[in-house]
């Protein structure tokens, strides 16, 4: 079966780093895609990593390495606006996209 | 750029009314676009995926004479929720891709329904 992992919720500091790991078992691998999504909201999109290394983007960066199954996205400086839920979707051979439960980020003054 | 629009945001409705919903990409062709279906603190789920002029894709569990859809347009796909009832209260949520499968979804700002 398909598979993606993310914690259910983080907490951290404003101004500080906060890391979300995903981890995914798909048949196939066409990208993985990060999306932001505020409580009572519709998501949006944030990055789409389908090589391995670093894609930096600002205060966010997203990172994969293929051979693992695993990426993460990488929060710096961070504001009390980032509070929400930071979905991960993986992209199979077939092109569907699987997305995670999300992470639910709660940031703290 | 890839701005998506949802409306109507919100809708409250009595039990046995149809509810339309609508998905407009605003400054792109939107080959293909997908509705969703989200219940309270729970992940997306995929309901059906719908190309321009073809027949939507419906998933596993997703009647399709109770969610109808149709991809009339390069910019308008729209779905209608027949004779909902309580159960059908979630929100909705559309979105538009443009050209390879490998391009990001764009959302709209998701629809609202509350069946009374």
């Known amino acids: 079966g398909q598979n993606i992992d993310q914690p259910t919720e983080m907490t951290a500091t404003e101004g500080a780093i906060v890391q979300i790991n995903c981890t995914y078992q798909?048949?196939?691998?066409?990208?993985l895609f990060w999306y932001q999504q505020h409580a009572g909201e519709a998501p949006t999109f944030l990055s789409y990593n389908v090589l391995d290394g670093l894609e930096e983007k600002g205060r966010f960066s997203s990172f994969l390495s293929r051979s693992k199954g695993y990426s993460y996205l990488l929060l710096k400086e961070l504001q009390m606006k980032d509070s929400a839920s930071y979905l991960c979707?993986?992209?199979?051979?077939?092109?569907?996209?699987?997305w995670g439960a999300g992470t639910k980020l709660i940031i703290k003054p | 750029g890839a701005v998506v629009s949802q409306h109507p945001s919100r809708v409250i409705c009595k039990s046995g009314t149809s509810v339309k919903i609508e998905c407009r990409s605003l400054d792109f062709q939107a080959t293909t676009m997908f509705w969703y279906r989200q219940f309270p603190k729970q992940s997306l789920m995929l309901m059906a995926t719908s190309n321009e002029g073809s027949k939507a894709t419906y998933e596993q569990g997703v009647e399709k004479d109770k969610f109808l859809i149709n991809h009339a347009s390069l910019t308008l796909s729209t779905l209608t929720v027949t004779s909902a009832h309580p159960e059908d209260s979630s929100f909705y949520i559309c979105s538009a891709r443009t050209g390879t499968e490998n391009q990001p979804q764009h959302f709209g700002d998701g629809t609202r329904l509350s069946i009374l």
């Open positions: 798909t048949s196939g691998f066409n990208g």
């Open positions: 979707a993986v992209l199979d051979s077939n092109y569907q996209l699987i």
